[in-house]
């Protein structure tokens, strides 16, 4: 068997995607969830266990494996061979076409990046990371949280990375974002003298670097690796690959702003912790997150700068449809202070009662309007609009600038003519396309003939013989699946619908990936189809016959007429007998 086959078949799509995408079972064969290719409230992302398919209904993603493993991570086919392959414990054939540049650059940066973890935590724990332990130490780190996040420590020569690297050629080594090259030949590290926070992708694999200066006055404070082939800034989030799950569980993020909010708050207990890697909250990063969850609570730090970055946040949130509250806890502390000082189960607590993000830009305008003045109020309610356009549902809109009206002491009225002035350029997604005119009995045979070679073997040949066929909405699909059928009996469903043009494909998808049930043919209601078939051909021939018949009478041909009356007959008679049963 060619070895991608042999992958495919001992794989299971579900799990595989289920890693990233909460599935939820919708048939026997068949889970759905909320697609990870675009931003949706509904799900319609389906994922076939019988087809090993998948296929959104709303941006049209669709394909095997291999091409989720792809489209998910980014990665060209080779790569993602591998990652499966190797995930799951199957030997890779070594093989020169799997192994071309770019995989090998991006093979060779996670190796550096693990050279670079375990050398930065050498360093912490050797005579040069004395600054740095005491600086964790005053921060209350615990030495196990110090292990689990693998802080460490980069070298302040400026020298250690480049010896540690020397092994990579040079334009791996210039691409790799942990060193620079000089003006005058050679290289430096990138990070020098600062406590060191691996960025790691949704898998687990080291990535990048978040970099902390230790000295006052330092600038920057934090410096981050530059993308790579291996970091996409604008997906990727501190702590998801371990959040993950609690996110999960907990049905609800957690977003803080630095690394040591969450590393303080995991360490605590509260799993369910992220953070957005030293970048302002991208859209690629609201939609790694929502994928395993859509209510987010963002508790920045109380100052300023933190209060923007809120503001910014709510924005881009309501954008990607997150529910969103907000938390500001008291004492001017931020997350991570405040855990160690109150404990988890009162910072739990504090999340569980956040307010929403409405209440909280309707504080912010308070303080930055003045309300005594209609001036103010205008402007505060101005400064409110935006947010209240991107509340999605209509009543829920309504409800929220009623409440906005009555908080800022201005008439209801006058809310909603401001609301409905730049209301006009709603964002809507296309409708989706009405479903075909499959009658039952239709859908149930092209979702059989897909899914059983055996059924196929009895079906196909009557079914190519009947002209009822013209009829069939379905019948370019079947055309297609007779092809498949002589020359590649066992093919698949991707096959089948790689062969498709557009129209027939999601004709195909909608029917085999979208209907209520799975309902295949029984061997007895494949009979009885037949069965049925012959009588709609028998009626069809029966009204040529009609039409002939009259058309010979109305000549005076009655020869004609008699020998048609009589093939009429005959036609009629087998038809009574074949619908009683045993014949
Ligand atoms: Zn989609």
Same mark, same amino acid.
């Given at each position: 068997?060619?070895?991608?086959?042999?992958?495919k078949a001992s794989v299971d799509i579900v799990k595989v995607i289920g890693e990233y995408v909460p599935?939820?079972?919708?048939?026997p064969n068949r889970y759905a969830g909320r697609c990870p290719f675009h931003t949706e409230k509904t799900?319609?992302?389906?994922?076939?266990?019988?087809?090993?398919?998948?296929?959104?209904?709303?941006?049209?993603?669709?394909?095997?494996?291999?091409?989720?493993?792809?489209?998910?991570?980014?990665?060209?086919?080779?790569?993602?061979?591998?990652?499966?392959?190797?995930?799951?414990?199957?030997?890779?054939?070594?093989?020169?076409?799997?192994?071309?540049?770019?995989?090998?650059?991006?093979?060779?940066?996670?190796?550096?990046?693990?050279?670079?973890?375990?050398?930065?935590?050498?360093?912490?724990?050797?005579?040069?990371?004395?600054?740095?332990?005491?600086?964790?130490?005053?921060?209350?780190?615990?030495?196990?949280?110090?292990?689990?996040?693998?802080?460490?420590?980069?070298?302040?020569?400026?020298?250690?990375?480049?010896?540690?690297?020397?092994?990579?050629?040079?334009?791996?080594?210039?691409?790799?974002?942990?060193?620079?090259?000089?003006?005058?030949?050679?290289?430096?590290?990138?990070?020098?003298?600062?406590?060191?926070?691996?960025?790691?992708?949704?898998?687990?694999?080291?990535?990048?670097?978040?970099?902390?200066?230790?000295?006052?006055?330092?600038?920057?404070?934090?410096?981050?690796?530059?993308?790579?082939?291996?970091?996409?800034?604008?997906?990727?989030?501190?702590?998801?690959?371990?959040?993950?799950?609690?996110?999960?569980?907990?049905?609800?993020?957690?977003?803080?702003?630095?690394?040591?909010?969450?590393?303080?708050?995991?360490?605590?207990?509260?799993?369910?912790?992220?953070?957005?890697?030293?970048?302002?909250?991208?859209?690629?990063?609201?939609?790694?997150?929502?994928?395993?969850?859509?209510?987010?609570?963002?508790?920045?730090?109380?100052?300023?700068?933190?209060?923007?970055?809120?503001?910014?946040?709510?924005?881009?949130?309501?954008?990607?449809?997150?529910?969103?509250?907000?938390?500001?806890?008291?004492?001017?502390?931020?997350?991570?202070?405040?855990?160690?000082?109150?404990?988890?189960?009162?910072?739990?607590?504090?999340?569980?009662?956040?307010?929403?993000?409405?209440?909280?830009?309707?504080?912010?305008?308070?303080?930055?309007?003045?309300?005594?003045? !209609?001036?103010?109020?205008? /402007? =505060?309610?101005?400064?409110? @609009?935006?947010?209240?356009? #991107?509340? +999605?549902?209509? *009543? $829920?809109?309504?409800?929220?600038?009623?409440?906005?009206?009555?908080?800022?002491?201005?008439?209801?009225?006058?809310?909603?003519?401001?609301?409905?002035?730049?209301?006009?350029?709603?964002?809507?997604?296309?409708?989706?396309?009405?479903?075909?005119?499959?009658?039952?009995?239709?859908?149930?045979?092209?979702? !059989?003939?897909?899914?059983? /070679? =055996?059924?196929?073997?009895? @079906?196909?040949?009557?079914? #190519?013989? +009947?002209?009822? *066929? $013209?009829?069939?909405?379905?019948?370019?699909?079947?055309?297609?699946?007779?092809?498949?059928?002589?020359?590649?009996?066992?093919?698949?469903?991707?096959?089948?619908?790689?062969?498709?043009?557009?129209?027939?494909?999601?004709?195909?998808?909608?029917?085999?990936?979208?209907?209520?049930?799975?309902?295949?043919?029984?061997?007895?209601?494949?009979?009885?189809y037949l069965r049925m078939l012959e009588l709609e051909e028998r009626k069809a021939a029966m009204g040529?016959?009609?039409?002939?018949?009259?058309?010979?009478?109305?000549?005076?041909?009655?020869?004609?007429?008699?020998?048609?009356?009589?093939?009429?007959?005959?036609?009629?008679?087998?038809?009574?007998?074949?619908?009683?049963?045993?014949?």
């Open positions: 068997m060619e070895f991608v086959e042999q992958l599935l939820r079972k919708a048939g799900p319609s992302f389906s994922v076939s266990s019988q087809h090993q398919y998948y296929k959104c209904f709303g941006c049209d993603a669709k394909g095997d494996v291999i091409k989720f493993v792809m489209e998910f991570h980014h990665l060209t086919f080779p790569e993602a061979l591998k990652d499966l392959a190797e995930r799951n414990g199957i030997p890779m054939p070594v093989r020169q076409e799997y192994h071309n540049t770019e995989s090998k650059l991006r093979n060779a940066l996670y190796e550096m990046h693990e050279i670079a973890v375990r050398a930065f935590r050498a360093n912490l724990n050797g005579p040069a990371g004395g600054d740095a332990r005491a600086y964790l130490q005053k921060r209350g780190l615990s030495a196990a949280a110090i292990e689990h996040f693998e802080l460490g420590f980069s070298d302040r020569s400026g020298q250690d990375m480049v010896k540690q690297l020397r092994q990579f050629p040079a334009e791996q080594l210039e691409v790799s974002g942990l060193v620079g090259k000089r003006e005058g030949g050679g290289y430096y590290d990138r990070f020098r003298g600062r406590l060191m926070f691996p960025i790691h992708d949704e898998s687990g694999k080291a990535i990048g670097f978040g970099g902390r200066a230790l000295g006052a006055g330092e600038e920057p404070k934090y410096l981050n690796s530059a993308e790579t082939a291996i970091y996409k800034k604008s997906t990727i989030l501190y702590n998801l690959h371990r959040a993950k799950d609690a996110i999960r569980k907990a049905g609800r993020v957690v977003l803080v702003e630095g690394y040591m909010d969450v590393i303080g708050v995991y360490s605590a207990g509260v799993r369910n912790v992220i953070a957005s890697c030293g970048t302002a909250l991208t859209s690629g990063q609201v939609r790694s997150a929502r994928r395993h969850s859509e209510n987010m609570v963002v508790n920045f730090d109380p100052d300023t700068a933190g209060a923007n970055a809120t503001e910014r946040s709510i924005q881009m949130l309501l954008d990607e449809r997150m529910h969103v509250r907000v938390l500001q806890l008291d004492g001017g502390l931020d997350p991570d202070e405040y855990v160690k000082q109150f404990g988890a189960e009162t910072y739990q607590e504090k999340l569980e009662n956040a307010s929403g993000y409405f209440l909280w830009l309707a504080e912010r305008a308070r303080k930055k309007f003045d309300m005594r003045t !209609s001036d103010g109020r205008i /402007a =505060g309610l101005k400064f409110l @609009l935006p947010a209240i356009e #991107r509340v +999605s549902d209509k *009543l $829920e809109r309504a409800m929220v600038a009623g409440e906005v009206a009555d908080y800022l002491g201005i008439e209801r009225g006058l809310v909603l003519d401001e609301f409905r002035k730049t209301a006009v350029k709603g964002q809507t997604r296309p409708a989706a396309k009405p479903a075909p005119a499959l009658s039952m009995s239709e859908r149930i045979l092209v979702r !059989s003939l897909v899914a059983d /070679a =055996g059924v196929r073997a009895v @079906l196909v040949p009557r079914l #190519r013989a +009947s002209p009822i *066929l $013209e009829n069939y909405a379905s019948r370019a699909i079947l055309a297609v699946i007779f092809a498949l059928h002589d020359n590649e009996p066992d093919f698949t469903f991707h096959a089948l619908e790689e062969r498709l043009d557009e129209g027939q494909s999601s004709l195909l998808a909608e029917t085999v990936l979208a209907d209520n049930t799975d309902e295949v043919f029984t061997r007895e209601q494949a009979d009885s040529v016959l009609r039409a002939r018949l009259k058309q010979a009478e109305r000549a005076g041909d009655m020869p004609e007429a008699f020998r048609l009356m009589q093939k009429m007959t005959e036609l009629g008679r087998p038809v009574e007998r074949g619908i009683e049963p045993g014949v």
